[in-house]
């Protein structure tokens, strides 16, 4: 979106700008080398399972929150807009649709917290900042690596074990290609503040993950439907290390 746009990307590696042990001053001097219209921050650690882990606590508070507010704080010294890459899991997942304005109420796992303090943090600063919640992001490019609710249930299938899609659980998820154009468009505008970006209808995972099957299945991808079953969001409450919020789809009529 953003190179459609004829806009130059300077996007680092983790290990060129490594943002959980970068120093403001380092942060400031790239700026002022980059010298970006904008800035976006997507890098986070994000296995949720993973972050629970209590040897990996002390670097998940130093990438998803230290780092952040380092990066936020160079940007406002030099009049630079920022925008943060949050999360549905800041939200209690106790009801749906999830608003701007509610109060944030992570559940009890050390990823949603980290999200969560880092929003108020990044807010108590008061610069130019545009605070992005995105959840369940999804491409239909299978040649792409990484992991998403589609690829995840495909796997499985091509495994030969079942897939249970939850049944009892509301979420709004949208495409990478949707993601990228909002994100461009809030952060071209200087309407700061919090944002959900999703899609606006709320679905089940097993609703999701169906049409998603049924899709490829007609793109001539093959499906083994006996694997793909229906499941309850209690069922999975126990097997799951880090505690996951229910309920997350959000309403976008801002």
């Not at 606590?57 to 998803?64: D, Q």
């Not at 939200?91 to 303090?117: C, F, W």
Request: charged share 25%; proline share 6%; with cysteine.
């Amino acid at each position: 979106a953003a190179r459609k746009n004829n806009y130059q990307i300077f996007a680092p590696t983790h290990d060129a700008f490594d943002i959980a042990g970068l120093s403001q001053r380092e942060v400031i001097d790239c700026l002022r080398r980059e010298r970006p219209g904008f800035v976006v921050l997507p890098a986070a650690l994000t296995d949720v399972d993973w972050c629970e882990n209590p040897g990996n606590r002390k670097i998940v508070w130093e990438t998803n929150i230290k780092g952040a507010v380092t990066l936020a704080m160079g940007c406002f010294e030099l009049g630079i807009p920022f925008g943060y890459i949050s999360s549905d899991y800041v939200l209690s997942g106790d009801h749906y649709p999830h608003r701007e304005g509610e109060e944030i109420s992570p559940v009890n796992s050390v990823y949603a917290q980290s999200k969560a303090e880092a929003e108020k943090e990044l807010i108590a600063l008061g610069g130019e900042i545009h605070i992005i919640r995105i959840q369940r992001p999804f491409s239909d490019d299978l040649t792409i690596k990484r992991s998403d609710m589609i690829r995840d249930a495909l796997r499985v299938n091509r495994e030969g074990k079942p897939f249970y899609g939850i049944t009892d659980q509301m979420i709004t998820p949208i495409y990478t290609t949707d993601v990228a154009k909002a994100i461009l468009n809030i952060m071209r505008s200087q309407m700061y503040g919090i944002w959900h970006v999703s899609s606006s209808k709320p679905v089940s995972p097993y609703e999701f993950v169906k049409m998603a099957f049924e899709e490829l299945e007609g793109e001539g991808v093959a499906i083994n439907w006996d694997l793909f079953r229906e499941g309850k969001f209690r069922d999975f409450k126990d097997r799951w290390k880090a505690p996951r919020p229910r309920h997350t789809a959000f309403d976008v009529s801002k």
